[in-house]
């Protein structure tokens, strides 16, 4: 008997087996699950838009234009501060060329197709169209002190969870610096515009990112990193967002990680962790073939002492597969050995996608999880997860018209 069966059962609990259920995991020549880390060949990108680029940057290509580089700060100031592309309200442009540089700089990224909306209209959940068709979504959330806008990284996924829904299709491509950045400035128009519902704020826009929609962002480091600068840059070079309301949430690519904490950027870092133990995370995420639990841990205590910031630990309870007390013990236990005060967790109900027969753990069971991790001394807090009745919520977003 597998440890974790003979554990379950001296809880008197059953021990499921995460396998896919009603979809086929892709697999590759060794018989695991697949990875995709890069793009399929000869993918391309979107043309090149002005949230690409640099001030600096900027401010060059118009001078390939002929035109002078304050030019470049106008421009931008029209798409981070007023989210505008239209020439037509950009007075300040010379009026003959209005037209041409607009056409240059904004290429159109993103299209709409499809907008939800639920909870009196406070969540909206965006389904966008790329250049060559692809399908991204994004979540918009009002909450009472802070809008909350959950981004797509890559179109798809290439790391293959069988409980998300995002990898039921593989990976497609990376997004471009600019197509992540555009979610934001297009969530600040419909804001701007009155588009979210619940108690109006004068001058409210999105305050807060989370890299949790589709994709694995640290499989795209360069322009996650890029679009992460950019949210943090002054306006107009870029939206001029706190460090700290941004967060890059992970399945654990260990090098990746220790790669953000050099990164002189503060923002959140989330580890989708879901498991302690190795038996039962090799089999929950792919991923962990590479990368063990203990190794991500310490890359996530290394992001902690690296940044000062306290890390987040994701761990969706899944009922009778990973919620049972052994493990929440097993977990504090891994925590605290690394020290105390550096992470918190944050347990999510599972969300059903389509073809999976788990269903999230009973309200007894997790209330008892999250007691085991508090009286262990680590903080938790269940995370309220909206936007399930438009399937947008966590590892619900699939992106099809
Ligand atoms: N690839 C990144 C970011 C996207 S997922 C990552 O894995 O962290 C955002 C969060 O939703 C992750 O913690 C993910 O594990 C979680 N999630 C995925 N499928 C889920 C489901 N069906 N129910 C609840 N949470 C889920």
């Given at each position: ?122 969540t ?15 979540v918009?959330m009002?909450y009472?002190?802070?809008?909350t806008?959950c ?57 807060n990112?989370v890299?949790m ?34 967060t890059?949430s ?18 959140t870092?989330a580890l989708s962790l879901h ?37 987040s630990i994701e761990y969706a309870l899944i ?25 918190h967790v944050n347990p999510i109900p599972l969300n ?8 999230s753990s009973?309200?007894?069971?997790t209330a008892?999880f999250i007691?085991?991790l ?5 903080p938790t807090t269940l995370r309220d997860t909206r936007g399930k009745?438009?399937?947008g919520a966590c590892g619900q ?5």
């Amino acid at each position: 008997m597998r440890i974790s069966e003979s554990r379950a059962k001296a809880e008197g609990r059953a021990q499921v087996r995460p396998t896919a259920e009603g979809w086929k995991q892709a697999m590759g020549d060794d018989g695991r699950p697949q990875l995709q880390f890069t793009a399929k060949a000869r993918v391309s990108q979107p043309p090149v838009h002005l949230a690409d680029l640099t001030l600096a940057e900027r401010a060059e290509k118009l001078k390939e234009l002929g035109l002078p580089g304050f030019r470049a700060k106008q421009l931008s100031v029209h798409y981070f501060q007023h989210y505008t592309t239209d020439p037509e309200l950009m007075s300040d442009l010379p009026k003959d060329r209005r037209a041409e540089l607009a056409s240059v700089m904004f290429p159109k990224l993103l299209t709409e197709v499809k907008r939800l909306a639920t909870d009196d209209g406070r969540t909206i959940k965006f389904l966008w169209r790329l250049f060559d068709g692809s399908l991204v979504e994004s979540v918009l959330m009002r909450y009472s002190n802070r809008i909350t806008l959950c981004i797509s990284s890559q179109c798809g996924c290439g790391m293959n969870c069988p409980f998300c829904a995002t990898g039921q299709a593989g990976l497609t491509r990376n997004m471009s610096t600019a197509e992540i950045l555009d979610q934001i400035v297009q969530a600040n128009r419909v804001i701007a515009e009155g588009g979210l519902g619940g108690q109006k704020h004068p001058e409210e826009r999105v305050g807060n990112i989370v890299f949790m929609g589709m994709g694995e962002p640290l499989a795209n480091y360069k322009r996650v990193m890029n679009a992460v600068h950019r949210m943090v840059a002054e306006a107009p070079e870029g939206l001029g967002m706190s460090a700290r309301g941004i967060t890059v949430s992970t399945v654990g690519l260990v090098p990746a990680i220790n790669k953000l904490s050099e990164e002189g950027v503060p923002v959140t870092f989330a580890l989708s962790l879901h498991a302690p133990d190795d038996e039962l995370r090799d089999e929950m995420i792919p991923v962990n073939s590479k990368w063990k639990v203990d190794e991500a841990l310490d890359a996530a205590f290394n992001y902690y002492v690296k940044t000062g910031r306290r890390v987040s630990i994701e761990y969706a309870l899944i009922k009778d597969m990973n919620d049972h007390g052994w493990r929440a013990d097993l977990l504090a236990r891994k925590l605290n050995a690394r020290g105390r005060g550096w992470v918190h967790v944050n347990p999510i109900p599972l969300n059903p996608t389509p073809g999976s027969v788990w269903t999230s753990s009973e309200p007894d069971v997790t209330a008892e999880f999250i007691d085991r991790l508090e009286s262990a001394g680590v903080p938790t807090t269940l995370r309220d997860t909206r936007g399930k009745e438009i399937d947008g919520a966590c590892g619900q977003l699939a992106a099809a018209e």
